[in-house]
């Protein structure tokens, strides 16, 4: 079976400290992404990234950056979090050509 | 851009009985696949079922199965003989199937109740 874990499934932090969420896959994918999921908005595309070190902009970039040195790790970053980025964070794989993806159980970050 | 518009936020269905979700989307491409994603309430989201655009026969996975309209632009998940487990968000996504494409554009999601 496919599994993505994500290294927290709640996570508290301060306004202005820097956020970190990491995500491991073991089946081998070429991509990976970054969602956030809030309330009647559904999953907003944040970054993706089709092979090492490469990463592209989703939908709502601003205000986090991600890192992929490795082909099974990615990760998002909040360089000075803010409260208007409290929600889920879910994080996705998905193999060369093949369109499925597969979920991570999320994060859920709260920011005070 | 591809949009997918998902018009029933909430929904209830007693239990064994048959519930249909609704999805629209709206893209200019001819070749795509369209996805129906189950997230239960611990948060795991999963897929549930898969339709390529090229295929004219609707997907069926057990008591899961979609109704594909390509020319009016809808596809709806209907799920029969409904259980408790079948409680949860349900997510209409898209992806052009294209070279090059990664992205998956999901709907916002409709909230499904099992009523015993």
């Known amino acids: 079976d496919v599994k993505v874990t994500q290294s927290s499934r709640y996570l508290v932090k301060r306004t202005g400290e820097k956020v970190f969420l990491e995500c491991v896959q073991d089946?081998?994918?070429?991509?990976m992404f970054w969602y956030r999921q809030d309330p009647g908005l559904g999953l907003r595309l944040i970054y993706f990234?089709?092979?090492?070190?490469?990463?592209e902009k989703g939908d709502i970039p601003e205000g986090y950056s991600v890192s992929r040195e490795k082909k099974e790790r990615f990760s998002l970053i909040l360089e000075s979090a803010s409260t208007n980025q409290t929600s889920m964070y879910l994080c996705a794989s998905s193999g060369k050509g093949y369109n499925e993806q597969f979920f991570g159980p999320g994060t859920r970050l709260t920011v005070l | 851009a591809q949009t997918v518009t998902q018009s029933q936020p909430e929904m209830s269905v007693q239990e064994a009985e048959t519930v249909t979700l609704s999805c629209t989307y709206d893209t200019s491409e001819s070749d795509y696949y369209l996805f129906w994603y189950k997230q239960p309430p611990s948060r795991q989201m999963i897929l549930v079922i898969r339709q390529e655009a090229y295929k004219q026969q609707n997907a069926t996975e057990n008591r899961f199965s979609v109704n594909f309209q390509k020319a009016a632009k809808s596809f709806s998940l209907k799920i029969s003989d409904s259980q408790l487990g079948d409680a949860a968000m349900y997510f209409c996504a898209y992806t052009y199937s294209g070279a090059g494409s990664y992205q998956l554009t999901f709907g916002k999601g409709t909230k499904l109740s099992v009523i015993p």
């Open positions: 990234s089709y092979d090492v070190k490469m990463k």
């Open positions: 089946m081998d994918h070429e991509n």
